[in-house]
């Protein structure tokens, strides 16, 4: 069975930490996405990556970076959190292509005080 | 500017009866749309997709119906159970996969 595994279930941080989210998957799926989940604003793409070593910004990339040393690995980083960013992160992955659906981690909520 | 927009945050309906899910966009570059479902405290699994070569595209007691025109899509459950209540995302792409999502609509079903 597919598994896209997200390191945190919940996370509390502090504001202007740098915060590592990580997200693992065992499908050899070359990309990878990372979104984030807020009420009435559904899921927005943050970032992606088509390869290793590659990202691209998706829709709201700002006070955000992203890094894929290992194609199975893609880590979203929080340069200097701000209490905006507190929310419910999603890591995806799919094969290539269109209509290859997306897999999903089960998220972490994220909290900034 | 959402690109995809589901305009119902909420619909409720009874167990055996028909839900319509609908969902809009504005980017005349979306050529793949799919529907997921999602659980509290799950990430969203996929259910129905299709492809703007179609129109209507069928599994189970899912259809998905797509009018380019239009740029509007819907989800039928037929018959709608109550282990379907769960909040519906639609989501559309170009020819790559990187996919915009639909802020959601929470489908109740009841027994």
């Known amino acids: 069975d597919v598994k896209v595994t997200q390191s945190s279930r919940y996370l509390v941080k502090r504001t202007g930490e740098k915060v590592f989210l990580e997200c693992v998957q065992d499908?050899?799926?070359?990309?990878m996405f990372w979104y984030r989940q807020d009420p009435g604003l559904g899921l927005r793409l943050i970032y992606f990556?088509?390869?290793?070593?590659?990202?691209e910004k998706g829709d709201i990339p700002e006070g955000y970076s992203v890094s894929r040393e290992k194609k199975e690995r893609f880590s979203l980083i929080l340069e200097s959190a701000s209490t905006n960013q507190t929310s419910m992160y999603l890591c995806?992955?799919?094969?290539?292509?269109?209509?290859?659906?997306?897999?999903f981690g089960d998220g972490t909520r994220l909290s900034i005080l | 500017d959402q690109q995809v927009k589901q305009n119902s945050p909420s619909l409720s309906v009874q167990e055996g009866r028909i839900s319509i899910l609908n969902c809009d966009y504005t980017?005349?570059?979306?050529?793949?749309f799919l529907w997921y479902k999602k659980y509290p405290a799950e990430g969203p699994t996929f259910l129905i997709s299709?492809?703007?070569?179609?129109d209507k595209n069928e599994d189970g007691r899912f259809t998905v119906f797509l009018n380019k025109s239009a740029k509007h899509l819907s989800l039928h459950i037929v018959p709608s159970q109550p282990g379907d209540s769960a909040v519906y995302f639609c989501?559309?792409?170009?020819?790559?996969?990187?996919?915009?999502f639909g802020a959601g609509t929470r489908l109740t079903v009841k027994p």
């Open positions: 299709i492809s703007s070569i179609k």
């Open positions: 990556s088509y390869d290793v070593k590659m990202k």
């Open positions: 995806a992955s799919s094969s290539p292509g269109p209509l290859r659906p997306q897999h």
């Open positions: 989501a559309a792409s170009p020819f790559n996969n990187d996919m915009r």
């Open positions: 980017n005349s570059m979306f050529d793949y």
């Open positions: 499908m050899d799926h070359e990309n």
